[in-house]
């Protein structure tokens, strides 16, 4: 059976929740049964975690500083933001979340060592965190050994399931081919110039992509690049695009690095009204370094954009510019950052405990019909249902949606033919 989960996106004024609590008392205000304020500890927490009478203890695992910096700050403030809404409303099961901050610092060895002291340390009951494949490659043995709970926001290569991780960003059925799909249909792209960061991610994807543009559309890679996270030299990549002259650039350069690649390829010429370029990699949260006039005209395949035109973005765009600032950005795994923390919420008080195991079991079928970006159900294999989307960059750093599934996609991480 599916839960549903409606979260109000307006996180409410200090005076004004306390005239709520006092009038509504804390259970009717967080929409929970009377029992599940009763529940005692010992009945919702039979494996030692974090959790008392009146508080439970999360983890946050993103790189603050390092060069993934400029991609996973929107994903800690989403996921703070959604629990500081949860948290005014009345918490998970009748009490607060107190989140636990670590600095994964772009450094994958790093990532692991944190996952080892919130899950062993900490006994944390659940962790929102990661953004590079890599990182989650570093911490997953963390997370099965010690049995913790990851909720991981990034699109991803797909080629992965665990039981211990809910993954609610798109997977590569998802992203990868249908962003191949549509230029091909759309732009009639035939020849394809593959363009990535040097790790994990990037290359896995680049499988994927050429196996589906070479044994499904019968079309041909004409270059395929790496280069290593944070670089910054690019010159003779250009020279390889303007001999090989391909149709299309499908690209997955992340981090920082993403400022001097599209510096570059504006420098050589290659702009979006000469060439047809889609990335995987750059959302909003890149854009306030890459600059709009760097990107203007090339095109992103996300499942969310900022300028999504319905009314949960639009409270939840609302409230993010509140705490953060009018400035403030939202991209794509800014937005299933934040869809964690409601997820976890919705699984928690479906299975009435904090556990592990009954929180992984009661996952699936949960809906969250308030998300941002629509609406996301949990499939079976933990990953979210949702749309994809391919948005073209403008000028001032904001996108265009010019395509849109018609339906839900189901996520689908082990694709026969491509493993």
């Known amino acids: 059976m599916s839960q549903t989960h409606d979260a109000p ?51 946050q695992l993103h790189s603050s500083t390092g060069t993934m910096a400029i991609s996973e700050t929107g994903s800690i403030q989403a996921e703070q933001l959604a629990i500081d809404q949860i948290n005014a409303m009345g918490g998970v099961l009748g009490r ?55 909720y991981y926001p990034t699109f991803y290569e797909g080629l992965e399931q665990s039981k211990n991780v809910i993954y609610t960003g798109q997977e590569a059925t998802q992203q990868i081919l249908y962003s191949l799909d549509w230029a091909q249909k759309e732009k009639k792209a035939k020849s394809f110039f593959l363009i990535g960061s040097d790790y994990i991610w990037p290359r896995t994807s680049m499988k994927i992509a050429r196996k589906h543009i070479e044994a499904f559309q019968k079309g041909k890679v004409v270059g395929e690049e790496y280069y290593p ?18 149709d299309c650039l499908f690209v997955a350069v992340v981090g920082g690095s993403n400022v001097a690649f599209y510096k570059a390829l504006k420098a050589a010429g290659i702009t979006g009204d000469k060439q047809l370029l889609v990335t995987l990699s750059v959302t909003e949260d890149e854009m306030t370094g890459v600059g709009g006039e760097n990107f203007n005209g090339f095109y992103s395949s996300m499942k969310y954009f900022q300028s999504l035109d319905n009314e949960n973005n639009k409270k939840f765009v609302e409230a993010f510019k509140a705490k ?65 989307r391919i948005a073209q960059g403008l000028p001032d750093g904001t996108f265009k949606v010019v395509s849109e599934s018609p339906e839900l996609i189901k996520p689908d991480p082990f694709p026969k033919g491509y493993q």
């Open 9 to 59: 996106f307006q996180l409410p004024h200090d005076a004004n929740r306390r005239r709520l609590l006092q009038a509504m008392g804390a259970a009717s205000l967080a929409g929970l049964p009377a029992w599940s304020q009763a529940q005692p500890t010992s009945a919702v927490n039979t494996t030692k975690l974090a959790v008392t009478d009146s508080e439970v203890v999360v983890g």
């Open 96 to 150: 607060k979340i107190r989140v636990i901050k670590e600095d994964g610092a772009s450094d994958w060895p790093t990532f692991a060592e944190k996952a080892k002291k919130l899950l062993i340390s900490d006994h944390c009951a659940a962790v929102f965190g990661c953004w590079t494949s890599a990182s989650r490659k570093a911490v997953l043995p963390v997370f099965e050994k010690e049995n913790g709970l990851l």
């Open 229 to 246: 996270l944070g670089s910054t030299n690019f010159g003779s990549l250009m020279n390889k695009i303007k001999l090989q002259k391909p």
């Open 324 to 388: 953060y600032g009018p400035n403030a950005v939202i991209g794509d795994v800014t937005q299933a950052g934040y869809l964690g923390p409601w997820l976890w919420k919705a699984a928690v008080e479906k299975a009435g405990s904090f556990d592990v195991a009954k929180v992984t079991a009661a996952s699936p079928g949960i809906e969250l019909k308030t998300a941002p970006e629509g609406y996301v159900r949990v499939d079976a294999n933990h990953h979210l249902w949702s749309k994809s």
